[in-house]
């Protein structure tokens, strides 16, 4: 398959978001957040509306939020849960949250930042009315749990047509994510609707491998940090291993949070610092981990942020998984020298990542490849290379009693262990890495201590329901009174892949309780 470049800014949406109009409203702050005005449809052309801005401003009586409420029609409301829902059992609410959170095909509406997909799709929910890469596994776990393949195999035919009509899978189904994707979890949707039907691996294979091609080539804009050379997402390191870093091909504040991130940057008075910072906060979002300690340069201090400078634990798992499931892919086939040579890439990267991963220290932690070390942060990252049992039995025994020691809270496992104040951080506990973890401690026979976790997850997402008959996006697992909080907004309710690993989980403890 042909490789296709990601757009870039000032070719999205006709540069609407450099123009002055889209500019005066995120920074007026008429919304709770920038991507409230964002998913707004404008009524015309951008290029007719910045005209009309721009000789309205100047009278007397204009008024900004009036023209926006004239011009710009505002997203319909996902429907109200029927009052009886909130009393029912949680994994019952579940099931009838399923259709809820469903959208048939897209139909493409003029001048919308929404991209259409072919087929029917789960959203996460509360603000997030299109669907998200890396969530998206998470909740198709759950619907193969609750006997919803089609609509699982569907979410894999609409990443396929991404992939097919970008090159690449973005962020989520908006244009102004056009600029970046999230962790590649595609192999693995791939991989799960597998299991039903094996078929399925080499039907997908094509797209399995353009999304490789995307994360591993390089252009001809190098950067050199350290000793090592990078180029978008790749790194090649000062020995000749390849590794892969989060990035995005924009430089400038995300549209979604234009107003957050343009005060963040004000505190730097250099405008490449700014270009840097603004990169690095969209690589951040890139990861799905936006925002986190895990990528300051400096503790404490969110402006020192410096995602593309790491090498995380989480996507170079990924990586190497892709690189597996595509061997797996070939050796299906017989073609034994595609097979053999993707085997080789994978057992490439498990040695770099065994190299420049795993710390002295006892835990895999992420590498900063501009100052040549570990970071400091220590996070719930570190179960990626349990789940895909790139660990020795001794590496896995240091990372369980670490996760045991200081992860292990009342609700669950914490993201970090640093309270910064950012929602991926404590005392927040996230869905997606309670899966990862607790599969991963199963990889290496550590069922105690993974029923443990799973057991500690399902009781305060039941404690949560019970008191506010919603399912959550995030959740406090330090103090079970207490709402999760942090990041540029508040908690969302929903929610995909809580509501999936949830009955992922469910399935998990009674298979257990047979045993």
Known sequence: MACKEEPTPTTIADQYYETELFKAVQLEGFFPDSKTFVDYTPKDSFALLEKKYLELREEKDFSLKAFVEENFERFPALPEIAANDTLSDMYAHIERMWPRLRKEADVPEAHSSKIALPKPYIVPGGRFREIYYWDSYFTMEGLLVSGRYELAES???????LIDSLGFIPNGTRDYYLTRSQPPFFSLMVDAISRENPAQRLRFLPQMLAEYDFWMRKDSLNESWGSSTASRYRVELADGAVLNRYWDSGDTPRPESYREDRELAEMLYDEKQKKQLYRDLRAAACSGWDFSSRWYGTKGKFSTTKTTRILPVDLNSLMYFMEMQISKAYADQTKVAEATQFKAK??????????????????FLDYDFEDEKSMQEWTLAAVYPLYFELATPEQAAQVRATLIKQFLKPGGLLTTVDHSGQQWDAPNGWAPLQ???????????????????????LNINEKVYANTG????????????????????????????TNGVALGFKKLMEKTNEQ
């Open 470 to 497: 919603k399912m959550m996006e995030k959740y406090n697992v330090e103090d079970l009174s207490l709402i999760s909080g942090g990041g540029e907004y508040p908690t969302q309710d929903g929610f995909g892949w």
């Open 435 to 457: 899966w990862m973890a607790v599969y991963g401690l199963l990889n290496y026979g550590y069922t105690d201590d993974a029923t443990l976790v799973a057991d500690r997850w």
């Open 155 to 161: 979410m894999v035919e609409n990443f396929a047509f």
């Open 346 to 363: 994978a057992e490439a990267r498990k040695a770099a990542i065994q190299k420049y991963l795993w710390s002295d220290e006892g835990f």
